[in-house]
């Protein structure tokens, strides 16, 4: 009998180190979130804002919430991510029903600031960081920053560096995009035990673009929402098996 138990205690430790889930807890969310080797996905990932069936099947994903208040935000925001030789990939499922864009000025970068959006901030290990807030819309505003405030929003990245899609649905939109792996190593963001130091980020507007609800996956330092800070920013770990 005792054999048995423990036979069956070795093929559960054996099926949960197989299995991809990251557990999540509101109450206290994870800081490190494991990006596995795309190689071992079943198909590939086109960039067409379309939920290909590496995302459907990959079971990691970050819930984004909101920290400051005792508030309920009813449209969720997940995020996923995987990469291979030559891209992280990525892929945001966002429920909106109250979609507000500011198209004032469509090509105006800028407006995407007073969007419905979402982010990812990529931090280097000399505290240079690089932020791509990606709207409804799918314009981009990028911008090269450091931790003691200086924010160059001139910059941008090259276009060969960043692609990004999206699609639409009667619950929200689904933002998908890979940014170069190369890339990513020339500016020092794969540090040196193999994570990327990155914050994930949604602001959701009201309907009349008054006032934004901050949701992010790591909540930081403060009483209100500072995404330009390092404590903003958790661990994404590249898992090469």
């Not at 909101?66 to 990525?90: Q, R």
């Not at 800028?110 to 314009?139: C, H, K, P, Q």
């Not at 949604?202 to 330092?221: F, M, Q």
Request: hydrophobic share 40%; proline share 2%.
């Amino acid at each position: 009998m005792r054999s048995i138990i423990v036979l069956f205690l070795f093929w559960v430790l054996h099926l949960l180190s197989s299995c991809n889930f990251v557990f999540y807890n509101k109450a206290n969310p994870i800081s490190s979130y494991p990006v596995i080797n795309k190689k071992n996905a079943t198909a590939k990932i086109e960039i067409d804002g379309k939920e290909d069936k590496t995302w459907k099947k990959n079971k990691n994903l970050i819930q984004l919430i909101y920290h400051w208040e005792e508030v309920t935000v009813k449209d969720e925001t997940t995020f996923k991510a995987v990469y291979d030789k030559d891209f992280l990939y990525f892929c945001f499922n966002v429920k909106d029903s109250d979609l507000y864009l500011d198209d004032r000025v469509k090509k105006d970068e800028s407006y995407v600031l007073n969007s419905d959006r979402v982010e990812i901030f990529l931090a280097a290990a000399n505290g240079t960081y690089y932020s791509f807030e990606m709207d409804a819309s799918g314009r981009l505003f990028d911008s090269k920053a450091t931790f003691d405030g200086e924010i160059k929003s001139e910059w941008s990245i090259p276009k060969s560096a960043l692609e990004i899609a999206l699609g639409y649905d009667d619950k929200g939109y689904l933002l998908e995009g890979k940014l170069s792996m190369d890339w990513l190593k020339s500016n020092d963001l794969v540090l040196e035990d193999n994570t990327l130091c990155m914050g994930i980020f949604r602001a959701e507007y009201n309907h009349n673009g008054t006032a934004a609800k901050w949701l992010s996956w790591k909540r930081p330092d403060g009483d209100v929402p500072d995404f330009h800070q390092e404590s903003a920013f958790g661990r994404m770990r590249l898992y090469k098996r």
